[in-house]
């Protein structure tokens, strides 16, 4: 646990000497009773159990001190909150070697399935986007709270050929940001670009996309993508370029991998193809973003990585100020003293 302002809690050293001041007023008390009577009918009227209930309001009002000190001091804790995500754009990979039989029936069924079950734990109230991406990477369905509208456009993905990641966290991002100016036309052809110039840098000197000041990695909470490829790049945007464009903005990218990490050789129209799942990339990808890269080498495993996907972007832990509840907790522990004392007592302590 941290604190905004430590300094208060030296305030706590007191309570030693508000302990020793509380007994010393007891004795004090107590021989002055003696002074008009004798200990055994002292005892006698006071009684164990009576005996104990004299210190239980005195108890609780240094308890509630405490809280009032301890809140004083501003402390932050990290707690599970309801997640502020709206959006969420699912990227998904539609390339011909989604076709293959390794995860039952094939990766794309398996896919579009998980998908579906993912959409239906959401929130009502998250938006939900759809990018495909092969070749190329176009938008199927516009963020939309329409679980139905979500669901049509997963059932309608067709195979092509090529690969373009980087490229797809691009539409992704112009998805998310509409007003930003971001053409994944503009960054994949007819440029040449110095060695070393970002690639947010040399579009907006061109006017292609609109400056702004970059945020810090994860920042931004009203969003996420997540993308899921069985392959590596082959054409596009550069994938890691895209990342940072990502990151750069806040948006967090998390990574799922699918199909051989190995290398397979897969047919698709006649086609005979080597793919292989480029887990570095993905992984550096989530890395950037300060999201995460998860692999599902099973239709099973996938709707796994789908449920804790939902899990995460619905409850986020987030180091929150606490001392409302402290001091809250003071307020009704001096509360619950004062009518203690008031009933058992007919004073306030």
């Known amino acids: 646990m941290n604190f905004l302002w430590p300094q208060f809690l030296w305030l706590l050293l007191l309570t030693p000497l508000l302990v020793l001041l509380y007994v010393w007023l007891l004795r004090r008390r107590k021989k002055t009773a003696l002074r008009y009577a004798s200990l055994s009918i002292v005892r006698e009227a006071m009684g164990v159990r009576q005996g104990l209930k004299r210190h ?63 959409i239906a734990d959401l929130p009502r109230h998250v938006r939900v986007g759809i990018v495909a991406f092969a070749g190329t990477a176009q938008v199927v369905q516009p963020a939309t709270l329409s679980r139905e ?30 007003d930003a100016g971001i053409d994944v036309g503009a960054m994949t052809y007819g440029r040449e670009r110095p060695r070393g110039v970002p690639l947010d840098k040399e579009l907006a000197a061109k006017g292609e996309v609109k400056e702004f000041t970059p945020v810090a990695p994860g920042s931004y909470d ?11 790049r082959t054409t596009g945007v550069d994938t890691l370029e895209a990342a940072k464009m990502a990151a750069d903005r806040g948006v967090r990218v ?17 086609w005979s193809m080597r793919v292989r799942l480029d887990e570095e990339t993905l992984k550096a990808v989530a890395t950037r973003t300060q999201a995460e890269y998860f692999y599902a080498g099973s239709a099973e495993n996938l ?37 203690l004392s008031l009933a058992w007592f007919n004073r306030v302590l």
């Not at 932050?76 to 969420?88: D, F, G, N, Y």
């Not at 456009?153 to 966290?169: E, N, P, V």
Request: glycine share 6%; proline share 4%.
């Open 56 to 118: 239980v309001p005195p108890v609780l009002f240094l308890l509630a001190l405490c809280a009032l000190v301890v809140a004083a001091a501003r402390p932050m804790a990290v707690i599970s909150l309801p997640s502020q995500q709206e959006t969420i754009i699912l990227a998904m990979d539609v390339s011909g070697s989604m076709r293959a039989t390794d995860v039952q029936p094939n990766r794309l069924v398996a896919a579009q399935n998980a998908a579906k079950a993912f």
């Open 303 to 339: 709707r796994k990585v789908y449920q804790t996907l939902s899990s995460r972007l619905t409850v986020e832990k987030k180091e929150t100020e606490i001392s409302a509840l402290l001091a809250l907790a003071g307020a009704l522990l001096a509360l619950v003293s004062a009518g």
């Open 149 to 178: 509208d979500l669901v049509v456009a997963i059932d309608k993905f067709q195979l092509q050929r090529a690969t373009a990641i980087g490229s797809a966290i691009v539409v992704s991002l112009a998805e998310l940001f509409p």
């Open 254 to 270: 998390y990574t799922v991998g699918i199909g051989t990490v190995d290398g397979e050789t897969i047919g698709f129209e006649g």
């Open 222 to 232: 009203s969003a996420a993508i997540i993308l899921l490829t069985d392959g590596q």
